[in-house]
C-alpha cells in the first residue's frame, strides 16, 4: 500500500483548501483517514471513510467545516477544508488501514501512512 498526499499550502484564516490522498490498495476493506500534527502536539485524528460503503467520520473540532469523499476510480480521498482557522494549521497526514468498530478514529488503527503535506492558515 502507497499513499501521496498532496494539496497543502498556504491559507487566509476564512479560506479554502482542498488535500488529496492518492491511494495504491490491494483490496476494498480498507478505511483512508486523515490526521494532523502541529508543532508540540500530538497527532490527531481530522476525519476517516470507508473504502466500501458511504459511511464518514470527523472530529469535533472540524464537523461541518471539512469534508471527505472520496473518487474510487482515482483512487484518491479528499479533504475538502472550509473556513480554517489558525489552530489548523499543521502537517496532514493520510493514512489507511482496517480499523475495528470503535477505533477508526485511532492513530493504531492505521497500518499505512502518507508522508504528509503542510498547512499553514495564517491571520
Known amino acids: 500500500v502507497q499513499l501521496q498526499a498532496s494539496g497543502g499550502g498556504l491559507a487566509q484564516t476564512g479560506g479554502s483548501l482542498r488535500l488529496s490522498c492518492a491511494a495504491s490498495?490491494?483490496?476494498?476493506?480498507?478505511?483512508i483517514a486523515w490526521f494532523r500534527q502541529a508543532p508540540g502536539k500530538e497527532r490527531e485524528f481530522v476525519a476517516a471513510?470507508?473504502?466500501?460503503?458511504?459511511?464518514?467520520y470527523y472530529a469535533d473540532t472540524v464537523k461541518g467545516r471539512f469534508t471527505i469523499s472520496r473518487d474510487n476510480a482515482k483512487n484518491t480521498v479528499y479533504l475538502q477544508m472550509n473556513s480554517l482557522h489558525a489552530e489548523d494549521t499543521a502537517v496532514y497526514y493520510c493514512?489507511?488501514?482496517?480499523?475495528?468498530?470503535?477505533?477508526?478514529?485511532?492513530?493504531?488503527?492505521?497500518?499505512?501512512w502518507g508522508q504528509g503535506t503542510l498547512v499553514t492558515v495564517s491571520s
Open positions: 471513510v470507508r473504502w466500501s460503503g458511504s459511511n464518514t
Open positions: 493514512a489507511a488501514g482496517r480499523p475495528i468498530v470503535g477505533t477508526i478514529r485511532a492513530t493504531r488503527s492505521y497500518t499505512y
Open positions: 490498495l490491494h483490496s476494498r476493506d480498507y478505511s
